[in-house]
């Protein structure tokens, strides 16, 4: 398979459950993001990951836990959700060139689409 | 601090007819801009960008975008749109000036309706 992909594409929890969400980029790129998409809403960053590295949390509950074991996989391990949890979560990749990580022309997963009951 | 204003949820338009997707931005150096698309069940895909340059920018699809900075605008526009053409289309922004972090800041988002 090619591109990005994401498992899985629907996941039903309760508040107490834990899960896991799984991103893999076939691109050989070396940046990975999380992107929450709720409707009506701009698209929210969560974490970036560059060179396997965190390199941005933007203020997100603990959770959510995101882990990059290698540059080709992505994880949010999820825990204790609330309702306003659910929504569709997006990984993306794209590749860093030099010291300076440029998040453009991002290459989108097709999302998992998360219900919080 | 960016920002991305993208002022309507929803175009309709038919089929033929051109389309225009209106964008503005807020930044305090010089702004790095891009449109993206979402088709259904699908994540976002890269349609063009600017940087610099000449400020008629041309992407995938048939699609262009004019930068103009007097009015910090970054419309998305098709001469002739398609049905197929029918998405959701974001535009975002990186600042160039101060880096913007690690991130593009993106719109809402506008629903693109094209009809027979």
């Known amino acids: 398979e090619t591109g990005v992909t994401q498992t899985p594409r629907h996941l039903v929890m309760g508040m107490t459950n834990k899960k896991s969400l799984k991103c893999e980029q076939h691109?050989?790129?070396?940046?990975m993001y999380w992107y929450k998409q709720s409707a009506k809403k701009p698209l929210e960053l969560m974490f970036v990951y560059s060179l396997e590295e965190r390199v941005e949390n933007n203020s997100v509950p603990s959770r959510f836990s995101p882990e990059c074991p290698n540059s080709s996989h992505l994880f949010l391990h999820l825990h204790t959700l609330q309702p306003e949890d659910s929504a569709l979560y997006l990984c993306?990749?794209?590749?860093?060139?030099?010291?300076?990580?440029?998040?453009?022309?991002?290459?989108f997963g097709p999302g998992t689409r998360l219900t919080v009951l | 601090a960016q920002s991305v204003a993208q002022p309507e949820d929803q175009v309709n338009v038919a089929e033929g007819n051109p389309l225009t997707v209106k964008c503005t931005y807020s930044?305090?150096?010089?702004?790095?801009l891009f449109w993206y698309v979402q088709y259904p069940n699908r994540g976002l895909q890269f349609l063009l960008k600017y940087i610099t340059g000449d400020n008629l920018v041309k992407g995938s699809y048939g699609f262009e975008a004019e930068f103009n900075k007097s009015q910090t605008s970054f419309h998305l526009k098709k001469p002739s749109a398609l049905v197929s053409d029918s998405a959701l289309y974001f535009c975002?922004?990186?600042?160039?000036?101060?880096?913007?972090?690690?991130?593009?800041?993106f719109g809402t988002g506008t629903q693109l309706k094209v009809e027979l």
């Open positions: 993306a990749s794209s590749q860093q060139t030099g010291l300076v990580l440029v998040p453009d022309e991002q290459f």
């Open positions: 975002a922004v990186r600042d160039l000036d101060t880096g913007g972090g690690n991130k593009l800041t």
């Open positions: 691109l050989g790129h070396n940046a």
């Open positions: 930044v305090s150096g010089n702004p790095y």
